[in-house]
């Protein structure tokens, strides 16, 4: 209550034992009181409305905004992944591809489902790196000698110096996924040679996706294999190349993971 | 008498009630948690202050962006007790300053001096 109503109310009562002429002025000051009340009432109510309707404005404002930003991001992150792949005369399915292999692994594997979106926009930018090494070592036909082999591994070390420097969640988990995309589960892989759980998941996923795919399509150096001697290799790979409980959640989900391939099939003139 | 001054809070806004040059002044945001108890010491100031004989002319500088329904109520009752005090002879004159796109801040001015009549009671753009 109010200091001015509590005033009133005091003088209300010292009223009831007195004079006429004070009620009359009480009378008129608690009528006008009352009013004001009312019109600050009013005026509350006008404002409140026009708040909430600018606050409401603000909030379709800042989701469009939002939305926007996270559209520009996917495809900007798609779009470097995509070069990476052309330089290599990969198709921009491929990376669709593993995308998609990616994320129903990390769901297999326990991960939420905030996250495991995040490696699947992530995942396409295996290859960035791809883009520093010279095109007769990327695209030459028949087998790299050591020293082109070399060059190419490269590409991983690269991809992780280009994305490493950024401090969104996205482009950090890029920086992962191009580091460690080639490393082996037993310690044989490049660049660093880290094995087992050392291995970040990203790193270990994408690995499985990405070799996955790469033998299941046509290659400069070979032709495509068929799904039996693919399914042959990643169990005889199993905590060698790959985590083996990778490779089990693989074939619980090969059904998913085909369908995926299947959406994003190359279809050659 | 001593001048009052208090900083502006994030809710609250710069008071200055200056007894020298006779500027009264609040300006800024308004929604404390208890507004009555917040201008209380800006209300006895002012009851003590306008208890002086011989005060030359007064100016009350406010400019409010925003405030609640609590403050609205404050301020009537400061409106008040400067009627109290222009009824008794004193020279009074209140400013209420608004920016061009604060609508609500211009409407609660007209909306003061409209129930001030009697009162010298400037809504004045920024």
Redesign the interface.
Known sequence: MSLSQNTLIEELQNFMDNDMERFQSLGKKIIKDFKRQQRIMEQSDRRQRQEYDQLQEKLLEVEALNHEIEETQKEVVFTMGAIGESRSKETGNHVKRVAGYSKILALAYGMGEAEAEMLKQASPMHDIGKVAIPDAVLNKPGKLNEAEYIIMEQHAQLGYEMLKHSKRPLLLAASTVAYEHHEKYDGTGYPRGIKGENIHIYGRITAIADVFDALGSDRVYKKAWGDERIFDLLRAESGKHFDPELVDLFFDNAEEIISVREAYRDIFE | MKTLTIEASKYTPEIEMNAENNILSIKGKSYPENT?DFY?PV?AWLQEYFAQEDLPKVTLNMDIIYF???S???F??LF?LLEEAHEKGKEICINWYYDDEN??AE??GE?FKE?FEGMDFNIIKK
Do not use: H, P, R, Y
Request: aromatic share 12%; charged share 40%.
């Open positions: 009555f209380a209300m609640n329904s609590s609205s109520k404050l009537f009752d008040d609508e609500s409407e609660a909306d129930d």
